[in-house]
């Protein structure tokens, strides 16, 4: 069956910006995970265990929807409590989940539970 | 797909009488619990409820205002009530502080402004961030939510309906009413559906109301009023008879007369008559001066009727299902158990007859209503005691009686009054008028004075209070007052320094360290 959403793989805090101001208007779910190293696996435990569950999700997306998968930057750059995605989308940890412009987020083992997760995607 | 539904419908009696027979031989429900109302009383009873491992539903339906507001989960006080109104009454206080900081050495530009359009969609993405975490914590908690809206069909039947008019049944072992109140318009008054608003929409404005009459002289209208008048609005208050009724009076009119030194006007004994809107877009407002007689008009951006609430239980169906109402107030009269005249329904929070209209008792009542059902528990809600504050740009809090009810009880010899006009701090260097900044203290006279009523006006009332409830509560008396020791230097200390009485007639008013 044809995707009804569009994925998007973005790295950082200004990869993402971009990704999102060219899609305005668009209902965008943001999927937040630290960096994975060559080997493909991320220095965050919890994004380790949460992707897959998040990913098995996605086939509840409402039709029209993008779905931006975005790497923040290794440990020591999410340490920091000035870096631009805690300053500036208020993230408070990874991995978390929200819909961009709402109130709606997962984080942490909230995105741990697919009802949680399959609930964002198909409730208003 | 509409000759499907007929037939559907026509189907329905012989259904569901079937089904009725078969549930009173099975006892086999959808739900153990089934709430209707996803405010402060339901979502609490039924997260209680889901703990102890029981199948939960909770039916969550607003209906939108004449105006067309509407909003998520929450119920009246995370959406239009408490949460909204004391963050703008915040956004008022601040206006003042700001004023105050200049004596305090700030340089700040002036005139300092206020706009709406920062502080609303604030307060509307905060609230917004609650309709979520009560979704998430509901769906935590096993708790299936329904955004439909229920009515009784019989005493474990529900029928739903959705806004697209999709309708549902289901059936409960026990139905909890948690519906609440909505405004009430004065639908004699012409004009007053058409151009008037209410408490559920001002939270909810795209602009700022501008120059705006608020008819009514409930805490609702007051504090709707105060922070209006606080964020540099021109604000008006047309009362028809007195502040606050139901609180103490003379409480009521300090508060009062706070407000109209700081800038609200006050249209005393005076009910409108008609509203009418101009070409210009403005609101014009006749009203009628009760005492004289007079009739006077004036021009409004905004008219808000505070003229009191009514009961969600028209649509409910109550009385072909046998649940007794109120026929005055309309709310559903409940024993000391929550419980309702139908066995297994039962109705907590603004709903309930002779209830406090206030969140934390619905909810408290909403806990133990669960662990009674399903718990092992017996325990009642006591609603003796329970503290409440006005956030007027006065605050009042106050526990227990008040003094004319004090008097009624027990008589004008029976009680000690307590008081003092005291000055706090902060208002010194501010060169702030204390002149309504009050504490009373209404106690039993005999003996070690136990305290029946407690009253203060005053920053932060709500703070300062919320200790003295548990006091009371625990059954203190002045003896013990009088042995407590203050803190130094606040405004609470002044409860704990009260020693002019009433009787006495001397001069109430503390003096200075």
Same mark, same amino acid.
């Given at each position: ?11 950082g ?6 990704a999102?101001s ?10 937040? $995970? &630290?960096?994975?190293n060559?080997?493909g ?6 994004? *380790?265990?949460? %992707?897959p ?33 805690k300053?500036?989308?208020?993230? $408070? &940890? ?12 997962? *984080?942490?083992? %909230?995105c ?5 997760v399959?609930?964002?995607f198909?409730?208003? | ?6 037939w ?27 709430v ?16 102890f ?12 205002s004449?105006?067309?507001?509407k909003?998520?989960?929450g ?9 909204p ?31 709406w359009?920062t ?13 979520w ?17 229920g009515?009784?069909m019989d ?6 309906v ?11 072992g ?8 909505r ?24 602009e ?15 504090e709707?009023?105060?922070f ?28 009062t ?15 409108p ?9 403005r609101?014009l407002?006749s ?10 008009q ?30 005055e ?11 309702t ?8 929070g ?19 209503l ?7 528990s017996?325990?009642l ?41 005291y ?16 504490i ?17 006006t ?22 013990q ?14 409860i704990?320094?009260?020693?002019i ?13």
């Amino acid at each position: 069956m044809a995707r009804q959403y569009e994925e998007v793989t973005v790295r950082g805090y200004d990869e993402f910006m971009k990704a999102v101001s060219q899609r305005k208007g668009k209902d965008v779910f943001a999927y937040f $995970s &630290g960096s994975k190293n060559e080997q493909g696996i991320s220095w965050c435990p919890d994004c *380790v265990k949460a %992707e897959p569950i998040v990913r098995g999700e996605l086939g509840y997306l409402p039709p029209g929807s993008v779905f931006i998968y975005c790497q923040v930057g290794e440990r020591s750059y999410w340490k920091d409590p000035n870096n631009e995605f805690k300053k500036t989308l208020k993230l $408070s &940890g990874v991995p978390t989940l929200l819909r961009y412009g709402t109130p709606q987020k997962l *984080v942490e083992e %909230e995105c741990f539970k697919k009802d949680l997760v399959r609930m964002m995607f198909t409730e208003d | 797909m509409a000759a499907l539904c007929k037939w559907r419908h026509r189907l329905k009696p012989a259904v569901f009488f079937q089904n009725a027979a078969r549930r009173q031989l099975s006892d086999k429900h959808d739900y153990d619990l089934l709430v209707i109302g996803g405010g402060s009383g339901g979502l609490a009873c039924s997260k209680e409820a889901a703990q102890f491992g029981k199948k939960v539903a909770v039916l969550d339906y607003v209906e939108s205002s004449p105006k067309g507001t509407k909003w998520g989960l929450g119920g009246t006080c995370v959406n239009v009530g408490c949460i909204p109104k004391k963050l703008m009454h915040q956004a008022a206080l601040l206006g003042g502080a700001v004023k105050d900081a200049q004596k305090y050495g700030w340089r700040i530009p002036s005139p300092i402004t206020h706009d709406w359009l920062t502080m609303a969609p604030a307060v509307q993405d905060y609230i917004r961030s609650l309709n979520w975490g009560h979704r998430v914590q509901l769906q935590d908690k096993k708790v299936k939510y329904l955004n439909l809206k229920g009515s009784l069909m019989d005493g474990h039947t529900v029928r739903a309906v959705s806004k697209t008019g999709k309708e549902s049944v289901f059936t409960a072992g026990n139905i909890v009413i948690a519906t609440g109140g909505r405004p009430k318009y004065p639908t004699h008054i012409p004009g007053s559906l058409e151009y008037g608003i209410s408490s559920d929409d001002i939270f909810w404005l795209k602009e700022s109301p501008g120059k705006t009459l608020v008819v009514g002289a409930s805490y609702v209208a007051l504090e709707c009023a105060g922070f209006l008048t606080g964020i540099g609005l021109d604000t008006s208050v047309m009362v028809r008879s007195i502040p606050l009724r139901g609180f103490d009076q003379q409480i009521a009119c300090l508060v009062t007369d706070y407000m109209g030194s700081y800038g609200t006007k006050f249209h005393w004994k005076c009910s409108p008559s008609k509203v009418e809107k101009l070409e210009t877009g403005r609101l014009l407002v006749s009203w009628t001066d009760l005492d004289s007689g007079k009739e006077d008009q004036d021009t409004f951006d905004t008219v808000l009727w505070a003229v009191g609430r009514t009961p969600e239980t028209r649509a409910l169906n109550l009385e072909k299902v046998g649940v007794k109402m109120n026929r005055e107030t309309g709310k559903i009269i409940v024993s000391a158990d929550e419980a309702t005249s139908v066995p297994h329904i039962y109705a907590i929070g603004d709903i309930a007859e002779g209830r406090p209209e206030l969140t934390p008792t619905a909810i408290q009542a909403g806990k133990l209503l669960a662990r009674r059902l399903f718990g092992k528990s017996s325990e009642l809600m006591d609603y003796d005691c329970v503290p409440t504050t006005v956030f007027t740009p006065l605050e009042y809090g106050s526990v227990g009686l008040s003094e004319e009810e004090a008097v009624r009880r027990h008589g004008e010899d029976g009680i000690e009054v307590f008081h003092a006009f005291y000055k706090p701090l902060e208002f010194t260097v501010a060169e702030r008028d204390a002149s309504q900044c009050y504490i009373k203290m209404v106690c039993l006279r005999e003996g070690a004075q136990r305290i029946l009523g407690f009253h203060f006006t005053g920053p932060n009332a709500g703070e300062v209070t919320q200790g003295f409830a548990l006091a009371i509560k625990c059954g203190a008396t002045y003896t013990q007052l009088m042995a407590a020791v203050g803190i130094h230097p606040t405004s609470a200390e002044e409860i704990i320094k009260l020693n002019i009485t009433k009787r006495s007639g001397l001069d109430p008013t503390v003096t200075g360290c």
